[in-house]
Each structure stands twice: as structure tokens, then as C-alpha cells.
């Protein structure tokens, strides 16, 4: 009973990160501005990688593997918002302005 638990654990991090991966590649065709799109990507390769990840480890669990595969996890969860923090903050500091609507003034 145990596997089957664990089996449908898997999958459903599996599909879930793959939703997520799903929603961010709509994200960066389909918002208006950098910051938006830079916002889409950390979310869906985080959140998607992360749990994508996860599934891995839990399917090979009883192998080494497992602890090599949670590092990578830990990598992602790491780097991934960090990386688009600096991106967002380089491209505030080079001037680029957000997107608003027309006629919308800046605070």
C-alpha cells in the first residue's frame, strides 16, 4: 500500500511541475513588460523544477541518488530567485521603466 502512496505522490509532483513549467511558458509569451516576464520564469522554475525534482527523489529514494538529486533541489531553490532578483534589479538600475496602461502616470 505503501508504493501506491507513493507511486501517486510522484506522479501528482510530477504533473503539478509540469503545469507550473506550463504556466510560466504562457507567462513569458503573454505578459506585457520584462519584470512581469522575469516574475513568470523564477515562479515556473522554481516551483516546476522544485517539484519535478522532489518526484525524482522520491522514486529513487532508497538509492543515493536521492541525496544527490535533493542537492540539485536545494541548487534551484537557491539560484533560480536569486538570479531573477539580480536580473530585475540590473535592469531597474539601466532605467528600464514597467510596463503601464496608456495614459496611466508613474507614482
Known amino acids: 500500500m505503501t508504493g501506491m502512496l507513493l507511486h501517486a505522490l510522484t506522479i501528482a509532483l ?3 511541475g509540469a503545469l507550473f513549467f506550463l ?3 504562457l507567462g513569458l509569451l503573454r ?3 520584462f519584470y512581469s516576464r522575469v516574475h513568470a520564469a523564477t515562479k ?3 516551483v516546476g523544477a522544485g517539484a519535478i525534482l522532489l518526484a525524482l527523489a522520491i522514486h529513487v529514494a532508497p538509492h543515493p541518488e536521492a ?3 535533493l542537492v540539485l533541489l ?7 530567485p536569486t538570479s531573477g532578483h539580480a ?6 538600475h ?3 521603466e514597467p510596463w503601464r496602461r496608456p495614459g496611466e502616470r508613474a507614482r
Do not use: E, M
Not at 74 to 80: C, G, K, R
Not at 87 to 92: D, E, K, N, T
Open 23 to 25: 504556466a510560466g511558458t
Open 44 to 46: 515556473c522554475d522554481t
Open 31 to 33: 505578459l506585457p513588460d
Open 94 to 96: 539601466t532605467g528600464l
Open 87 to 92: 536580473l530585475a534589479r540590473a535592469a531597474h
Open 74 to 80: 536545494l541548487l534551484v531553490l537557491l539560484s533560480s
Open 14 to 16: 510530477a504533473v503539478t
Open 67 to 69: 541525496l544527490k538529486i
